[in-house]
């Protein structure tokens, strides 16, 4: 919104995000300047209190440790990938990628969507890539190497060749 109209429009669903002073704990209402007085509700607890667990995670965590076991899952996956007969298109040096790996497949859609019905999500990527993303901390390499197995297992029978698996959704 254009900075000349934030003072002068109000915000229908005032909260207490968009106060002025969210703390003063006024019986009135005083809308924050600029845009902040578009922010409406409380804190979202649940979220907080999720990201609280999740820094918990990396409390004493050796961030060398974690580069070397993200490089070991996915040269797990790599390696079930290259089975499966897919073009892995994420850069095999690790300085180069994040905790994930990509392949090729003119079905990766579909074969994404037959991975999330055994439990395993992936993600699509269009026109044609099959996305995979690692936790080091939370995913053990077995959970990685069942990952592989199944990936192979629904290129290699075509599992993914089912008629629900080629209904496109909004999201995969």
């Known amino acids: 919104m254009a900075k ?32 902040k007085r578009w922010l409406t509700g409380t804190p979202p607890m649940l979220g907080l209190g999720a990201l609280e667990s999740g820094l918990a995670l990396w409390q004493g965590i ?9 490089a070991a899952l996915f040269d797990m996956l790599l390696a079930a990938g290259m089975r499966a007969g ?15 790996i990509s392949f090729r497949h003119d079905q990766a859609y579909a074969i994404v969507q037959a991975l999330i019905a055994r439990g395993i999500v992936g993600d699509f990527r269009a026109p044609d890539v099959a996305r995979f993303g690692f936790t080091p901390l939370t995913l053990s390499h077995k959970d990685v190497w069942l990952v592989g ?20 959704a909004a999201v995969t």
């Open 86 to 100: 897919l073009e892995c298109v994420t850069p095999l040096d690790p300085a180069k990628r994040g905790s994930h």
């Open 62 to 70: 050796d961030m060398r440790v974690v580069e070397a076991k993200s």
């Open 4 to 35: 000349r109209w934030q003072a002068e429009l109000t915000n229908p669903l005032s909260g207490w995000m968009g106060h002025a002073a969210p703390f003063g704990f006024t019986d009135d209402y005083a809308p924050a300047a600029g845009m």
């Open 149 to 168: 197995e199944a990936l192979v297992e629904v290129v290699a029978t075509r599992a993914w060749d089912r008629p629900e698996f080629h209904a496109r």
